[in-house]
T-cell receptor, first 112, second 113 residues
Framework: DGGITQSPKYLFRKEGQNVTLSCEQN?????MYWYRQDPGQGLRLIYY???????QKGDIAEGYSVSREKKESFPLTVTSAQKNPTAFYLC???????????FGSGTRLTVV | AQSVTQLGSHVSVSEGALVLLRCNYS??????LFWYVQYPNQGLQLLLKYTSAATLVKGINGFEAEFKKSETSFHLTKPSAHMSDAAEYFCAVSRYNFNKFYFGSGTKLNVKP
């Protein structure tokens, strides 16, 4: 079955460390997205990519970086510059504006 | 510019009662509209979508929504709530040839026995 796989499900990081969250899709979608979710704040867009080797900053890109070397993969790196990284991170892909998003199951990152 | 407003961050209903979750949008062009459901510690799942066909859209789990252009609304309803409907619900908007989506802040639905 086609879908999006995010790994790991839970991730713990020490302060000052970078960490990379994985997102892989086999839906043949061109567009992929990263969102951050905090209680009471809905979904906030971090980065998105509409084509391989190209990506754009979303609303809260500071302290994050991404790459899009393959159509199937859109990893997110949470750098030590992100001041409050503890959150639930969601990856999504889209086959077009009228199709909506397909979401992964999320990664919960906790800084310890 | 596009935006989505969900009225009520928390809604509580009794089992068997009508569910009504409100969503209003602003869009400069005809929109595509979506409702998603999220269970704790999971991703979002598409419930239904409006893409300029029928204004009354039926989705999964007995939910439906009606697009009302004059009211710029896309409210989600279900005639009879089940305990399993307890979750957070998000409304989202996009438009033709614009592959970016805007989400509302979410409504948590509580279903009382």
């Amino acid at each position: 079955d086609g879908g999006i796989t995010q790994s790991p499900k839970y991730l713990f990081r020490k302060e000052g460390q970078n960490v990379t969250l994985s997102c892989e899709q086999n839906l043949n979608h061109d567009a992929m997205y990263w969102y951050r979710q905090d209680p009471g704040q809905g979904l906030r867009l971090i980065y998105y990519s509409q084509i391989v080797n190209d990506f754009q900053k979303g609303d809260i890109a500071e302290g994050y970086s991404v790459s899009r070397e393959k159509k199937e993969s859109f990893p997110l790196t949470v750098t030590s510059a992100q001041k409050n990284p503890t959150a639930f991170y969601l990856c999504a892909s889209s086959g077009g504006a009228n199709y909506g998003y397909t979401f992964g199951s999320g990664t919960r990152l906790t800084v310890v | 510019a596009q935006s989505v407003t969900q009225l009520g961050s928390h809604v509580s209903v009794s089992e068997g009662a009508l569910v009504l979750l409100r969503c209003n949008y602003s869009s400069s062009v005809p929109p595509y509209l979506f409702w998603y459901v999220q269970y704790p510690n999971q991703g979002l799942q598409l419930l239904l979508k409006y893409t300029s066909a029928a204004t009354l859209v039926k989705g999964i789990n007995g939910f439906e929504a009606e697009f009302k252009k004059s009211e710029t609304s896309f409210h989600l309803t279900k005639p009879s709530a089940h305990m399993s409907d307890a979750a957070e619900y998000f409304c989202a908007v996009s438009r033709y040839n614009f592959n970016k989506f805007y989400f509302g802040s979410g409504t948590k639905l509580n279903v009382k026995p």
